[in-house]
Nanobody, 123 residues
Framework: VQLQASGGGLVQAGGSLRLSCAAS????????MGWFRQAPGKEREFVAA????????YYRDSAKGRFTISRDDAKNAVTLQMNSLKAEDTAVYYC?????????????????WGHGTQVTVSS
């Protein structure tokens, strides 16, 4: 499956962005989906994940209450709505697909990755 993330940009602190992840090649309904991010000089870290069918969602602590992950399997897409953005949210954001769902919080658990989209939050 090929993944393409989009929707990044420059926003002021307190603002919002909506990231989208479009898939091609295979249907996303077969995958547990996640968003990760990587800031300069730091390792790629888990942000959010959503189970098959969207019944369960998972967030890093700093994203809880601010970010919302959702999926639309009919459109073969996953979104990450980010509100109340902070300067520390600045990073390249990546979407990823996991066939097993066994390690949703670990980047090693994901089978496919898209190219990232840059999110810059100015303070």
């Amino acid at each position: 499956v090929q993944l393409q993330a989009s929707g990044g940009g420059l926003v002021q602190a307190g603002g919002s962005l909506r990231l989208s992840c479009a898939a091609s090649g295979r249907t996303l309904s077969s995958y547990f989906m996640g968003w990760f991010r990587q800031a300069p000089g730091k390792e790629r870290e888990f942000v959010a994940a959503i189970s098959w069918g969207g019944g369960n969602t998972y967030y890093r602590d700093s994203a809880k209450g601010r970010f919302t992950i959702s999926r639309d399997d009919a459109k073969n897409a996953v979104t990450l709505q980010m509100n109340s953005l902070k300067a520390e949210d600045t990073a390249v954001y990546y979407c990823a697909a996991d066939a097993s769902g066994r390690q949703p919080f670990s980047r090693g658990g994901y089978d496919y990755w898209g190219h990232g989209t840059q999110v810059t939050v100015s303070s």
